[in-house]
């Protein structure tokens, strides 16, 4: 009998610690799902605002959650689904709209094959929304024609002439400089850097010549959204172009579609032909197209060393998961060491 009583309670602790475990793992379901995401930073672009090794907190409730969208998916494993199951995208109401100089997170539209919910998750730094007007004229960003002030940690490329012709690690640590190196023996630096540090440099008696580069009008459009060839927008010069938003008419020929094929193809689940410079959505031929969805447009902090909307076109509200708010944690991998000055830094 005694042994049978021992069973019983060593059973009934099991099946309680079994159940505790079963509402702990609910319980970061939803608030992974609903509420919170972290994302590890693990590049430059957006230096100096974050930097490599921060663990960013984003608020899903911001700008409302989006819903699951892949449902067989094993959780905390993002890489590990079946597409059997898929969900049309739905989001909860949120507190805000993205708005300008908001640190958003999404899913990387650029990414084709992987459903939304899968792609790479991406912080980049909201500069437009939609129906606002962006031009790029001479590397300064203007929305709606009026400059648009971003952070003191933008960062841009300069050259450098160094008298000594050679730069060494100290100077680097000094500017706090990570990314860049030389271009000629004759003592030619390109090194990304805020204004503020630019004008330190200059000051210094080490350095014979600074310069911001910049790519002139028709130069480095290749990679450049819309790829085509009737736009030639480089990072530096782009624009202007308006940003797409929900009954937005806009008028469609062969130069046109280069700016608005991606949204009605791909975003907007349209079926686009262009045969005989004529345009087909969903087998009619048409010369216009009213845009169902709102969208971005974002850059990063790190102007000339970038993978933002200047390349790959607008974002989608569909593929926003929220807010970024706060570092959680930030690991230095190169000094291996914990950046304690950047835990629980506010945005």
Known sequence: MATKEKKKKGNSKNSKWIKLAIGVLLFLLVVKGLVLESVVVTDRKMEKTLFPGDL????????????PITLLSVPFFPNYYLEWVTLPVSRLPGFSKPEPNDLVAFNYPGQLDPPIDKKKIMIKRLVA???????????????????????????????????????????????????????????????????????????????????????????????VFPVGYFHHFNKDFFGPLVVPYPGMQVYLDTHS?????????????????????????????????????????????????????????????????????MVGFSWDNIKREVRWNRIFNTF
């Open 56 to 67: 960013l907190i984003v608020n899903k409730l911001s700008y409302g959650a989006r819903l």
């Open 129 to 223: 929304q939609p129906g606002d007007s962006v031009l790029i004229r001479d590397k300064k960003l203007f929305i709606n024609g009026i400059p648009f002030n971003g952070p003191a940690t933008l960062q841009y490329n300069y050259r450098l002439t160094a008298s000594q012709k050679k730069i060494d690690q100290g100077f680097l640590d000094l500017y706090d400089i990570h990314e860049g190196g030389m271009v000629s023996e004759h003592g030619l630096y390109d090194f990304p850097m805020t204004r503020n540090v630019a004008e330190e440099i200059a000051q210094d008696t080490d350095i014979k010549n600074l310069r911001v580069l910049k790519d002139f009008p028709g130069e480095n459009v290749k990679y």
């Open 257 to 325: 579609i280069e700016l608005y094929a991606e949204i009605i193809d791909f975003y907007e689940g349209n079926d686009l032909q262009v045969k005989d410079y004529k345009i087909f959505i969903n087998g009619t031929e048409t010369t216009n197209y009213t845009i169902k969805n709102d969208y971005y447009f974002v850059m990063d902090d790190n102007r000339d060393n970038a993978k933002d909307s200047r390349y790959w076109g607008f974002l989608p509200e569909d593929y926003i998961l929220g807010k970024a708010v």
